[in-house]
C-alpha cells in the first residue's frame, strides 16, 4: 500500500535541533512533498513544501530561517531540519505528499499522509 512514516521527531530543549525524515514506500519523484504540524484542539498548518524536482520549496512565517525542508528522490525521502527549535514548534509533524509536481500550501491538497510524529521542544 502507499505509505509514508515519518520519523525523528522527540522531546529536545530550546536551541536544539532535530531532522524529521519521511520514507515514502513509492517512488515519489512525480510528487511534491510538504511538512504539516497539528497541535491539540487546534487546526492542522501548514510548515514547509516542496516540489517534486526540488527546485522550488515554500515556508511558513514562523520557521523561516530556521527550517529546512529537502528531499532525496533516489532514496524517496523528504526531510525536515529544524534547528533553533521554540516551545511553539510543539506538535506533531505530518509530512504529505500530492500528485502534482508543484508545491502546495494547502493541506487539502496533499493526497498521501503519515501518522506523525512528535516533536516536544522544552524551556
Known amino acids: 500500500q502507499v505509505q509514508l512514516v515519518e520519523s525523528g521527531g522527540g522531546l529536545v530543549q530550546a536551541g536544539d535541533s532535530l531532522r524529521l525524515s519521511c520514507a515514502a514506500s513509492?517512488?515519489?519523484?512525480?510528487?511534491?512533498m510538504g511538512w504539516f504540524l497539528q497541535a491539540p484542539g487546534k487546526e492542522r498548518e501548514f510548515v514547509a513544501a516542496i516540489s517534486a524536482g526540488g527546485g522550488s520549496t515554500h515556508y511558513a512565517n514562523s520557521v523561516k530561517g530556521r527550517f529546512t525542508i529537502s528531499r532525496d528522490n533516489a532514496e524517496n525521502t523528504v526531510y525536515l531540519q529544524m534547528n533553533s527549535l521554540k516551545p511553539e514548534d510543539t506538535a506533531t509533524y505530518y509530512c504529505?505528499?500530492?500528485?502534482?509536481?508543484?508545491?502546495?500550501?494547502?493541506?487539502?491538497?496533499?493526497?498521501?499522509w503519515g501518522q506523525g510524529t512528535q516533536v516536544t521542544v522544552s524551556s
Open positions: 513509492w517512488t515519489f519523484s512525480s510528487y511534491a
Open positions: 504529505a505528499g500530492r500528485k502534482f509536481l508543484i508545491l502546495s500550501i494547502q493541506s487539502h491538497d496533499y493526497d498521501y
